[in-house]
């Protein structure tokens, strides 16, 4: 079949694992003592980029609007397999969807004046940060493309109208499948592919790509944003009920206390 | 009018979620004058669901039918509702924040170019409307302006108490029919197939639900656990680093990037309480920590905590349950 070539849109993020801290200023979470990371969508939507490009021997570009540090997202998602990287300089907590959404539309465009055509576009369901849950579909309203939201697979397949792209996912009654015409916007939810660690090779090989840098193509309306707050502390209630098996009676006296057992017959 | 997308069940009732932001709808109409709440439903509106929403305070049931929307799409379900926005004069478009209303308030958003809030938990002020909204998983909150009208927003699970209004509404029926244009059709679900039994919606409307995490130590190490969640009847829930591991598989996961849970009693087994996970679980009712980490934040958090080995506190659990006669 036809190569496809796949845009994979990913953004630093503070890693969660740890205490959220905010910059003075409330307009950002600080993540330099917690350290950064990728979405968990995105982790899911590059290897999903590696795989379908692979099957179709296109190419696999990612993208990032970020500070200049994003760069080490870039050259992660390179070193499991994308070809080639995008860098908007710019920070990213300054953004709205929907100026986020307008960034990667000019990326789109101006690569296809180019000539490379990016058929299909993966990007997160939300990033773990903003949480905002709109900029692909912002994107695809942009680009005046067809857009899915939250599959966990996808998979680019031949038809007699051309290259469609097979996205399923979960929907309230069950799992949801969509066949849509390329170019397509898809976004990705963690849970359909176990996202690949880059080999050593890959990481050598990462270091070598040349990443086209560029400014964003206008100014950013912003996200509305008044502050970050903080939850207050809640002083922890605990009540340690006992240490080791010997809680265990205590464990099912509070367990009877709580109304949550039904009795039934004891198994051999 | 302030337009609240109420989403139904396999049995055409409003989920629970819905009916919250319906609640929070009603909370903001009493904040700016008593402006009517409408709700919109695409599909059947049975004469229950219609008296339901009648008994939340809602003044018209808008129900949003045809040929254009028989088959779920984005686009051409935001079309229709964008279509009922415009026939009724609505200044506010809300839904649930389940993944179905928070994509078609975002499609709406698009559309009409305005900015929308996603998982609003309040509101404080009307001009200008300012909502609080929960990011990074709920670990942070952010105070947020919505300048345009319609504002559009969704509610986070949980934000408010679903409650029936002090006076009923009239919960009239008004139909729509809406022409969808083809190009909003490019991308619908062409099939839908039911979950395996054992991967149905269980683990989010579980009344209990028995966590496990890193501290489990392996994917042959889940007998212990497994028994307890026999024995409670409950649901197994589990935290990224299981199913990043491949001890469980993701549709077990409870967390930002998986389930969000709201049982009765949460039992997290082995689990250090990071955000990722926090943000799923964070809405049950009681917690009960097995940790071998006193100062861990699911523990510190917890209702109520057993320090110690789990491989050892868990089977004793179990014992003591069979011997008291529990367990089927």
């Known amino acids: 079949m036809a190569s496809a070539n796949v845009l994979v849109c990913v953004k630093r993020v503070p890693d969660s694992t740890e205490e959220v801290v905010l910059t003075e200023d409330a307009q950002a979470v600080d993540g330099r003592r917690s350290g950064f990371t990728m979405s968990a969508h995105e982790e899911c939507a590059v290897e999903l980029a590696v795989q379908a490009t692979a099957s179709t021997d296109g190419q696999a570009t990612v993208l990032t609007l970020g500070e200049a540090e994003a760069v080490e997202q870039l050259r992660n998602a390179l070193a499991v397999g994308c070809t080639a990287a995008t860098h908007v300089l710019g920070d990213p907590f300054a953004f709205g969807p929907g100026d986020v959404a307008r960034e990667i539309a000019a990326v789109v465009r101006d690569h296809e004046a180019e000539g490379r055509v990016h058929d299909l576009v993966l990007l997160g369901n939300d990033a773990a940060d903003s949480g905002d849950f709109q900029v692909g579909i912002r994107l695809a309203y942009e680009l005046g493309r067809p857009v899915v939201n939250g599959a966990s697979t996808v998979e680019i397949e031949d038809s007699a109208d051309g290259p469609v792209v097979v996205a399923v996912g979960e929907g309230p009654d069950g799992q949801e499948t969509y066949r849509v015409a390329l170019p397509a916007v898809v976004t990705i939810r963690e849970g359909g592919v176990e996202p690949r660690y880059p080999s050593v090779p890959g990481r050598l090989k990462a270091k070598k790509v040349p990443i086209e840098e560029r400014q964003p193509v206008s100014e950013p309306t912003g996200p509305g944003r008044v502050k970050l707050v903080l939850p207050p502390p809640a002083p922890s209630a605990v009540q340690i009920l006992g240490e080791g098996p010997e809680a265990a009676p205590a464990v099912v006296d509070l367990l009877e206390k709580l109304g949550v057992l039904t009795p039934g017959k004891v198994a051999p | ?328």
């Open chain 2, 1 to 328: 009018m302030i337009l609240t997308l109420v989403e139904t069940d396999l049995e055409g009732g409003a989920i629970e979620v819905s009916l919250e932001a319906v609640t929070f709808a009603r909370d903001l109409s009493a904040a700016g004058n008593g402006v009517p709440v409408d709700a919109v439903v695409f599909g059947d509106v049975s004469d229950d669901l219609r008296g339901e929403l009648a008994a939340y305070g809602v003044r018209n049931v808008h129900r949003v039918a045809g040929d254009g929307v028989a088959a779920y799409s984005g686009a051409g379900w935001a079309s229709a509702l964008q279509s009922v926005l415009d026939a009724a004069g609505s200044v506010v478009l809300m839904a649930a924040g389940t993944d179905r209303g928070t994509e078609l308030m975002a499609h709406v958003a698009a559309r009409t170019g305005a900015s929308m809030a996603a998982n609003v938990l309040s509101f404080s002020g009307l001009a200008p409307f300012i909502v609080t909204r929960q990011v990074v998983g709920g670990a942070a909150m952010e105070e947020m302006k919505l300048h345009e009208r319609p504002a559009i927003f969704t509610v986070a699970g949980h934000a408010v108490e679903a409650k029936p209004a002090d006076v009923s509404g009239a919960g009239d029926v008004v139909e729509h029919t809406p022409t969808v244009a083809p190009e909003d059709l490019l991308a619908a679900v062409v099939s839908t197939t039911q979950p395996e039994a054992d991967e149905s919606g269980a683990l989010t409307s579980a009344k209990v639900v028995v966590g496990a995490g890193r501290g489990v130590g392996g994917a042959e190490k889940f007998d212990d656990v497994l028994e307890l969640t026999e024995l409670l009847g409950a649901a197994l829930g589990v935290s990224r680093v299981v199913t990043s591991a491949g001890w469980r598989p993701h549709h077990e996961q409870v967390g930002q990037t998986g389930s969000r849970i709201s049982p009765d009693l949460y039992v997290p087994c082995g689990i250090s309480g990071a955000i990722q996970h926090w943000a799923g679980c964070s809405s049950a009712k009681t917690i009960l920590a097995i940790n071998s980490d006193a100062e861990a934040p699911m523990v510190t958090r917890a209702t109520y905590a057993v320090i110690g080995d789990l491989h050892e506190i868990v089977p004793a659990i179990n014992a003591e349950l069979r011997n008291r006669g529990y367990g089927a």
